[in-house]
């Protein structure tokens, strides 16, 4: 009967394929659109659901083109199934009222057309096992990416975005296609199946090493992530959302499968992913505390938790390489049920952040706040979220970095000090600066009073909206309070990323796992307690409510509160991106003076971005070669078909 | 073995005593050290029971800026802190709950508290509250790393990532740690002074906004809201001070009389914690990171010392 999940997960594929062509019909066309694609989410989700739930793997073997071409749906897909068709179907809910299907111009159908393609491909690249069709649903994923990301094409941000990004996965493609070619010679054809048994060979650190290029620009990793705040601040929220909780992640189930396949993890390689990680987590926290833009910072807390899960995947390779079970389960573990948590509170905040934009029409932060007032229910269900990208309990961010701190101790303990200290040392760091950029966040948006006119009439949206952010909202706490029952899902998927691991989570994490249930249930009911305990007293008449005790000082007004930028200044200015602008006060009576800051990535924009203008330029050389005359392209055919039959005539000498 | 057991439900019981009706009498008794150094009678040392007992009784007064969030400081503080005092040993008598990994729900239950404190001082919209809240976190981010550094030493000593095995088994003059023990000791002090916003850090009782640290922070609340801020912060000056007393106290002969060190230590950190307050001015809110950066370095060294 396995093989019905496959059948699902395919028959969802489809589903979606055909609800993007029907959605560029418009009308009632694109309502049914939309109705097969939730459909097909629920039937990817059941499927998915049930090969993590102990199904066994179900395999497909077919020929396409005379090719031979295997689908297999085994735990590992599913995990990364999941996340992908719960924020899907629920993003695709949520873009009905977010971005209506006439407005303006037709940009509305040729976003639900492109946003069908990507979640087919997608599904498409967690169940294929065979080198060439993997780049070609690899390359179809990326390219209805950069269309979703220039939606709003006739805006020249935008436009940069997307060109950048398209570059980028461009340059990740290419790594990856020498990957494929490296790794159908190592496999002996182009069908994934794990090398079992062959002993470990030099070619698998290059293998390693080009998927980790590849893949590691998709992950957004340091330094490839200098495409992504760009891109996915620039797509419409419920897109950013799919980008950020789920498209970043297929550079880890990359990583993942193809190590998977590989006989033995070299040694080493998985220490400098751990090092790589922590790097990467902290750098994109720090800049994530610089930002103006909230639909930037949430791009930048990815880049944060794609270290993380990268720290997570190190320390499992470290594990593989060094036949330890116990971090190969903490490492893979941990780093599986942050992709879960990344996916659901970022899924939950982008919806959020979109539900603000909506209102407000800006991106900047600045001008917002007292939101909380107006829109109270979006207030309300992003809360959780806000909690849980700062890695606090009860919520279940916590857990899944609880699991990667367990794995850095042991580490600790079996004499891998320095890597283990470093990642420590960052990930306590990651969650103290998260904590500063999330109540930033939070506050500034939300707290407090308007800062201008953008955010003083705003209110709540419409219940498709909410429900999907309600929905994730339960789920980050759900997540929390009963990951004892994911145990057994993440021992069947480790078993998988690492052949031949003993399951370890559930005998060695159940017990303490429980008691840290036990104790969030406590520190829940004691907060129930306590806000019972207030709410009993005689509570006075709003109407007479006063104002915020100002220290004596009667005349505040809403400017004076304190501002994103002035929170973070004693952080922001340590950053190499940031630049402020203030001239000097001169004299007794200074005249007004402006001050404004600007924020830039290190890598992207200080240090790719000249360098390319600099390289574009020196390309420019080519162009001598396009003269515009059809004679001489004719000649180019010319030459070209004479290279060939020479090349035809000498092939046998020259090859010997 | 009824025996054990009817012994285990005593120190359980002593346990919640201790957290739940004991916490308050800490800041009363670094109260009255410092008004006998001023040579002063000073308020009783039950001041604070007093106040406490008066705040419940009185309507609070909610700004009209406010939200829902803004409860959820003085809330998120005393369910955090009641919580994690179940985490740590007192004495040397094991904690009510402990379990590998323990000591990182520890220090998350404190950041979720001033999370939350930070989110309900920045919900009045007060400038002087956002000045209090960009304070807290940035000296909180420089204490976190003193503290995390000594737990990754005691981790390595201990071999268990459990606070009640990391401390419970420590003590000054038990062993061969005893360098690196000084040395976290000197740093958790650092970590202790300023998450309890004492001197040299914060003044509890100063009066001038501008140079509040966590004061500031709850300049709105009243009644019964901040009844439970004064109750979360003595709550955490308690945690605090085992956190550093498991350290100090060497282990004795018999349990009770390890209570008996514990009770008088926590007495004896209050009379210290005083006289440093007596002795010394509160630094240049500049010098504060300076400060707090030795604790980082006290803390690291001993970890390095655990290395070679």
Known sequence: MHMLDLILVLSSIGAWAVSGLMSLGGGWKARLGTGLGVLGSLAAGVGAIRALAGAPPATLNVHLWGLPVRFELDALSAAFLVPLHLIGGLGLLYGREYWPEDLPKGAGRTLRFFYGTIIASMSLVFVVRQGILFLVVWELMAVSAFFLVSTEHERADVRRAGWVYLVSTHLGTLALTAMVILLGHRLGGFPWAPLRGAS?????????????????????????????????????????AILSAVMLKTGIYGLLRVSSLLPAIPRGIGGTLLALGAFTAVFGIGNALAQRDYKRLLAYSSIENLGVIAMGVGLGWTG??????????????????????????????????????????????????????????????????????????????????????????????????????????????TGGLAAVAFARFYAVLFLGQPRSAAGQHAHDPSGVMLAPMAALAILCLALGLGSLLLLPMLDRVVAVIAPGAKPMLVSG??????????????????????????????????????????????????????????????????????????????????KPLRFRTEVQDAMGDLLVAPRMAALAERLLWFRRLQPGFLSVYLLYVLLTLLGVFLWMLLRAQVLG | MPDALLTRILHLLMHLLTVVLLAPLIPGLITKVKARMAGRVGPPVFQLYYDLAKLARKQAVYSRTTTWVFLLGPVGTVAAMLAASLLVPFGHTPAPVAFEGDVILFAYLLGLSRFLTVLSALDTGSSFEGMGAAREVAFAALAEPALFLGFAALAKVSGSTSLTLMLGSLGVGSGAVTAPLILIIAGWSIVYLAENSRIPVDDPTTHLELTMIHEVMVLDHSGRPFALVLYGASLKLLVLSALLLDLMLPKAAHAWQDWARFFVGLGGLAGVVGLVESATARFQMTHVPRFLVAGILASAFAFLLLLV
């Open chain 1, 200 to 240: 470990p060979a030099a070619v698998d650190g290059w293998i390693l090493l080009l998927a980790f290029l590849g893949f590691g620009f998709k992950a957004g990793v340091f330094p490839l992530h200098f495409w992504l705040p760009g891109a996915h601040a620039s797509a419409p929220s419920h897109v950013s």
């Open chain 1, 320 to 429: 593989r390489a060094t036949h330890d079970p116990w971090l190969v389960a903490l490492g893979f573990g941990g780093a599986l049920f942050h992709v879960w948590n990344h996916a659901v509170f970022k899924g939950l905040l982008f919806f959020g952040a979109g539900s603000v934009l909506h209102a407000t029409g800006t991106r900047d932060m600045e001008v917002l706040g007292g939101l909380a007032a107006r829109m109270p229910r979006t207030a309300w269900w992003i809360f959780p979220g806000v909690l849980a990208v700062a890695a606090l309990p009860p919520f279940n961010a916590f857990l899944s970095e609880w699991f990667l701190y367990r794995g850095l101790f042991a580490a600790l303990q079996r004499g891998y000090p320095w890597s283990a200290v470093v990642a420590l040392v960052a990930l306590a760091l």
């Open chain 1, 509 to 590: 994490m159940g017990r303490d796992l429980a008691w840290i249930t036990g104790l969030e249930v406590l520190l829940l009911l004691l907060g129930g307690l306590a806000l019972a305990w207030i709410r009993r007293s005689p509570r006075p008449d709003p109407a007479l409510a006063p104002p915020t005790w100002d220290c004596g000082y009667a005349a505040g007004t809403t400017r004076m509160q304190y501002t994103g930028s002035s929170f973070a200044d004693g952080w922001s200015v340590h950053l190499p991106g940031v630049r402020s602008h203030m001239r000097r006060i001169k004299g007794l009576f200074p």
